[in-house]
């Protein structure tokens, strides 16, 4: 079965750090490219960042120099470092998985880790 677990949300202050994980299907490591995603309240989904099976790295340009994804092939597990975090990261953290080539179409989602930034 394949599945996908984020975990490792919370509250932080302004300028702290968290990192998500999210554990997947051995299936899901060896084959796909791997992303993060997030939802804040009233507003669309949007791609935080992405990482090939190959390790190449894609992110939202309001991440960049502060986000850190990186793929664990060996726990079979993706994680997300979030550094200097502002109170517009305020979202609801998803690892989704297996995209479709113009990465327009994910197949496989976890259910979402909150995380909140606040001042």
């Known amino acids: 079965q394949v599945r996908l677990v984020e975990s490792g949300g919370g509250s932080v202050q302004v300028g702290g750090s968290l990192e998500l994980a999210c554990a997947a299907s051995?299936?899901?490591?060896?084959?796909?490219?791997m992303g993060w995603f997030r939802q804040a309240p009233g507003k669309g989904r949007e791609m935080v960042s992405h990482v090939s099976k190959t390790g190449a790295t894609n992110y939202a340009d309001s991440v960049k120099g502060r986000f850190t994804i990186s793929r664990d092939n060996d726990k079979n597990s993706l994680h997300l470092q979030m550094n200097s975090l502002k109170t517009e990261d305020t979202a609801v953290y998803y690892c989704a998985a297996c995209p479709t080539v113009t990465l327009s179409t994910w197949t496989y989602w976890g259910q979402g880790t909150q995380v909140t930034v606040y001042s």
């Open positions: 051995q299936y899901i490591l060896e084959n796909c490219r």
